[in-house]
């Protein structure tokens, strides 16, 4: 089992920036790829950004390439996402995710989620 705590989130103007953590515990993050999503109001939870469990790889959606950055400190069992630039349609619950299939665009290979922080964009 391993279990995710998201946290980071709140409010913010169009422009600025937010750093997301997730901490992992339970068995050897390292193992895991890992990957950020988000669900606004009304829509699907939707991919924003993914990494490989060495950190070596990442992969972004379209729409935040550029603004948002995934890391990972496997010494702190961590993973991050760096916002800059956000704008009003970044608002959303943002979710980390787990997952043991070193698959990171589709929602239904994640193992395991974490709970959600809630990111405001104001204009």
């Known amino acids: 089992q391993v279990q995710l705590v998201e946290s980071g989130g709140g409010l913010v103007q169009a422009g600025g920036s937010l750093r997301l953590s997730c901490a992992a515990s339970?068995?050897?993050?390292?193992?895991?790829?890992m990957g950020w999503f988000r669900q606004a109001p009304g829509k699907e939870r939707e991919f924003v950004a993914g990494?490989?469990?060495?950190?070596?790889?990442?992969y972004y959606a379209d729409s935040v390439k550029g603004r948002f950055t995934i890391s990972r400190d496997n010494a702190k069992n961590t993973v991050y996402l760096q916002m800059n630039s956000l704008k009003p349609e970044d608002t959303a619950v943002y979710y980390c995710?787990?997952?043991?299939?070193?698959?990171?665009?589709?929602?239904?290979?994640?193992?395991?989620w974490g709970q959600g922080t809630q990111v405001t964009v104001s204009s």
């Open positions: 995710a787990a997952n043991s299939r070193n698959s990171y665009w589709r929602e239904a290979t994640y193992d395991y």
């Open positions: 990494i490989s469990g060495s950190g070596g790889s990442t």
């Open positions: 339970g068995r050897t993050f390292s193992y895991y790829a």
